[in-house]
């Protein structure tokens, strides 16, 4: 197998296994959504422009990655979704137990990631 089709295949897999990740975030409610298929978009665009093609045209899914990709933003009912999950995830994790240190890391890295989410513009200018 030659390098380039190796790197396609490559861009292949890891564009069909977040879109995968994607689907189970559209339906779980702790498993995120938007950064899977972000990625699934970058991957596809590299592997295969028929499942590029099909991804951005997607009722569900097109709208988000072509929100982003032409204008660095984030709707306004994915904050919303997203800063449900960020609160409930420390949440979760007292009621499950978890050690201290543990929810303090979660709490610092969902605090950078609320930074980021709450910063992008909500929707094309």
């Known amino acids: ?3 380039r089709l190796g790197i396609r295949l490559f861009w292949l897999v890891v564009g069909l296994i977040s ?13 995120p959504t938007t950064p899977f298929l972000l990625l ?4 596809f665009a590299r592997s295969s422009p028929k499942l590029a093609s099909w991804l951005d045209a997607h ?6 990655i072509r929100n ?16 449900v999950v960020i609160l409930l995830t420390p ?8 050690t201290g240190w543990i929810i ?13 989410i ?4 909500s929707g094309s200018p």
Do not use: C, E, Y
């Not at 009722?59 to 988000?64: E, S, V």
């Not at 303090?104 to 980021?116: C, G, K, N, P, S």
């Not at 709450?118 to 513009?121: D, E, I, K, N, S």
């Open 104 to 116: 303090a890391i979660q709490l610092f890295v969902l605090t950078i990631v609320t930074t980021f």
């Open 91 to 98: 949440a979760a994790s007292l009621m499950l137990g978890f």
């Open 59 to 64: 009722p569900q899914f097109g709208p988000l």
């Open 40 to 43: 699934a978009a970058f991957a």
């Open 1 to 3: 197998m030659n390098k």
């Open 19 to 31: 879109l995968g990740l994607g689907i189970i975030g559209a339906i779980l409610p702790l498993l």
């Open 68 to 83: 982003w990709r032409d204008h660095g933003a984030i709707s306004r009912r994915a904050k919303i979704a997203a800063m």
């Open 118 to 121: 709450l910063t992008r513009p």
